[in-house]
Structure formats: C-alpha cells, structure tokens
C-alpha cells in the first residue's frame, strides 16, 4: 500500500484534504472484491453461479405479494423496483425523519411493513428480510455510495467512526487497527480488506447464506471477543452509516460473494 | 452450496482464520465446558492443565443449589474482584524477572498453545511453524525472538506489549482491566493464564538462530 500512503503524505503537504488521520483516501479505496481470488470474483460475476441470485429472485416475488392486514404489496406503493428503488440502497442507513435517527435498510422494510402493510416485523436475518433487502438493493448494483451526505446524518456518522476507532474486546483492537492500519495483510493466512460494505446483503461461502452487515460486524466484535451489539442497536446502525460513508463513491454490489 | 467449491483453487486454500474470523476462530473452538471452566479457574486454564483452585470455585460449582451464592458471587466479580485473580508480579525496567507462577514453564507445551488459533498469536505473527500454513503478517516473523528477547523481557512482553509501545495491536495476554465491552465469556479474565504465559516464554527463549 506504499502507492496510497505516498499519495495520502502527497496530497497532506500539497492540498490539505478534508480526510481524517488514518482515513483511506478516496482513490486508494477497494471493495473487498479486489482482495479475492478470480474463481471467487467469477461466481461474484455471473449471475448464473451467484448463490446470492437466489435470495434476489425470493425477494422479487415478496415485492409482489400481498401482505398483511392492509393486504397490500411494496409493488402496490413502489411500483417498478427497477426504476423506484435505483439508487435507493446506495443512500442507506437513511436519516428517518420521525424518528430522529439512522434507519438501515432492513429496518426501512419492516417500518414499511409495520406503516403501509400493517405486517409483523420479519426477525433479522430471516430468509425473507433478507431476500426483500437483497432485492432492493440488486438495484443499486453499479451505483456509487453516497450514504451519510445529508447534513441530519452528520453525527450519527461521527458516532459511527468514533466506535470503528475505539478499541475494545479481550484482545483490546479497534475496527481502524485492521481495516485501515493493516489491509492487504493476513490474519492468519486470510487476507484483510479495507471492510468496505459495498455488497450487502451479500453471500458468504463460510457462512453457507447470505448475511447482513450487521451479522458481519458482529462477527468481528466476536473475533475481538467484545460484547457484540444487539441486531438493531442504534451502535451497529452507526457504525454501518460510517462505514458506508467511508466508502463514498465505490460502486454497490448487491449481492457480492466473499470467502 | 458446496464445500468443494469454496475456494479459489487459484489460491491459498481454505484460510481458517479470516473465514472463521469472529465466529469460528476466536470463539468456537473453545468448548463452551472449557470455557465455563475458564471462567471459573482465572489463574489458569485446562489448556496448560496446570491450575490452583480457588475456594470461589468450590462455591460456583453448586451453584444450582445456592441461588443466593449466585447473586453473592456476581456481586463481588462485579464489584471489581476480578483483578485480584490475577497473579502479582514486578515489573524491573522493561521486564519482569520472576516467574509468574514460581516455576519454570515447559517449551513444548509453549509451542503447541502458540500454534493453537484460541491462544492467537498465530493470527498475527508467523514463525518457523513448517507444518502451518495459515500464519499472520501483522507482526515480526518469531524466528529468532529468543536472541533478541531474554525470558524476563520476553514476559513482560506477553503479560503487557503496551509497556514496550503504547500504540501496539499486541493484546496484553496477562491483564484483566482497563478493557472495553470485553464479551461475556471472557469478561474479568486475562487472555491467558499464568502457567500458559510460563510455558510460552519457555518456548520463545528456544527460537534461537
């Protein structure tokens, strides 16, 4: 990473960027994509062999169907998804403005449900939650991230990247310590990445399934041993809208495929 | 999906670490039994297979027949009990002289727990570990740390690498405190137990050039 690292000292005596210290500068960014073999990145690729298709065609026909008491569809509000929902995922977490705080993606589908379908919230990481949210988000594949940039969402972000710098867990790490300070190294024969969320919902060949970003943080809270936070904690909403604005300007990929 | 199709035969095969990262490496491997007794033994672990009871121990294992013992016990651990579990030691300049348990530890049991993923060490660093693939390159390579590092310096290195630099991504292995949202399985307890600092260090002194 010597080229980002020169050009970061470059750009720091030359221009005065608005970056903060430790902070990847918006051209030395990747997607994890970049850090994966070509067979991994071909099964990414090709919707055929890409396992996360699936989950993207279950959430299409949800789109469709009629729910709740309100017996009405996201399709009877939102109509085309296709042309509705582009861009949509890209913006996510979202400022809500009755509710004076972040709202991720899959919480905006169960405030739907709960609003306009008079429907039971889907748990997180149900099957459906996350076809629906895949779905939605296969939308925006291709479209570069701009989540964070309403002025509202300001210090939800800062809250974010203040709990991505803290150290924590047993074994005392922060999220900046492999994600910024040590990408493109190995945890044990793994390679780290930047952690850029370009792909959620995306599926993981560990897991066997697709994931969230929320079960994706709590797993390196786990691998800190930390106390992760709960599923819908307002910490995990922050930390996902600081990494989304961290990766300003990467294309979305919903639904990626990692190792 | 297959397991046959997980990886890249393009490239390293199946890393455990990064794969398991957080839901496997860190935690899984470790029983919930052994854990549980961990939990319970704080000085040492099953791992070294070396351990003092405590008379806290005897009490916490009738539990269930002594709610009130429960709370009792909780209160205490909460009340900030814990660091006493730890072992004292001196800290003379940049190392700590004495053993930690007053006995010296044992190299080849110091080999098997660095090379062990729950132990850690081999997420970040690699060392002459031919059968091992899946090493770390967070951190200097292990080879020869024994002619660099004497056995006092290269203790307190693993009780606390933060009193060599601050900054360090090192954990401190022997601390209990001063920690953050530590999870639960692991709240009031060092990384490692005394004995298990022993054996490592025993081995470390061999890795010599």
């Known amino acids: 990473m010597i080229s980002w690292r020169a050009i970061a000292v470059a750009t720091l005596f030359t221009a005065a960027p608005a970056l903060l210290a430790g902070e990847i500068p918006p051209d030395a960014r990747r997607s994890g994509y970049t850090f ?6 071909a099964m990414q690729d090709d919707d055929t062999t890409n396992p996360g298709m699936l989950f993207v065609l ?14 009405r569809a996201c399709a009877d509000c939102h109509g085309d998804a296709r042309s509705s929902m582009k861009g949509v995922a890209a913006r996510y977490p979202s400022f809500d403005k009755s509710l004076g705080r972040p709202v991720a993606l899959d919480q905006r589908i169960n405030l ?58 047993q074994l ?88 | ?14 890393p455990p670490a990064g794969e398991g990262w957080g839901e496997d490496v860190s935690t899984a491997k470790t029983p919930p039994e052994e854990r549980t007794l961990t939990r319970r033994c704080a000085p040492t672990s ?14 916490s294992s009738h539990i269930p027949s002594i709610v009130a013992a429960v709370i009792a016990l909780s209160l205490a651990l909460a009340a900030g009990a814990r660091a006493e579990e730890l072992l004292s030691y001196t800290i003379v300049s940049d190392s700590i002289p004495a053993s930690l348990t007053g006995f010296p530890g044992d190299a080849a049991r110091g080999r098997a727990l660095v090379l062990a993923r729950t132990t ?40 606390d690498a933060s009193r060599f630099n601050p900054q360090t991504i090192m954990p401190s292995y022997y601390r209990a405190d001063g920690l953050v949202r530590v999870g639960r399985n692991f709240a009031g307890k060092p990384i490692l137990s005394a004995a298990e600092i022993e054996d490592i260090v025993a081995f470390l002194a061999t890795l010599r050039d």
């Open chain 1, 58 to 71: 279950d959430g299409e026909a949800l789109w469709a169907k009629k729910t709740g008491s309100a017996s």
């Open chain 2, 120 to 159: 850690t060490c081999i997420l970040c660093h690699s060392g002459p570990f031919p059968e091992t693939r899946f090493q770390g390159d967070l951190a200097p390579d292990l080879t020869g740390a024994g002619n660099r590092w004497s056995v006092s310096q290269l203790r307190l290195r693993l009780v």
């Open chain 2, 46 to 59: 099953p791992a070294s297979g070396r351990g003092k009871w405590r008379p806290r121990l005897d009490l």
């Open chain 1, 172 to 259: 005392n790490l922060a999220c900046t310590n492999c994600h910024d300070d040590n990408f493109d190294k190995r945890l044990a024969g793994a390679p780290i990445t930047q952690g850029q969320p370009t792909g959620y919902p995306l599926y993981r060949l560990e897991w066997q399934t697709l994931g969230s970003l929320a079960r994706r943080l709590r797993s390196c809270m786990t691998g800190v041993r930390a106390q992760a936070y709960d599923y819908g904690s307002p910490e995990l909403v922050a930390l996902e809208l600081y990494l989304m604005s961290r990766a300003r300007g990467l294309a979305m990929e919903t639904p990626a495929v990692r190792p």
């Open chain 2, 1 to 14: 999906m297959e397991r046959a199709c997980r990886h890249d035969p393009s490239v390293p095969p199946p």
């Open chain 1, 112 to 169: 739907c449900r709960a609003d306009h379908q008079q429907a039971a919230p889907l748990p997180y990481e149900s099957r459906d939650l996350l076809a629906l949210s895949a779905f939605v988000a296969h939308q925006s594949r291709g479209i570069p991230i701009t989540a964070g940039d309403d002025p509202q969402a300001k210090p939800f972000v800062a809250q974010g990247r203040a709990l991505f710098m803290q150290r924590e867990g």
């Open chain 1, 36 to 41: 994966m073999g070509p067979d991994t990145r």
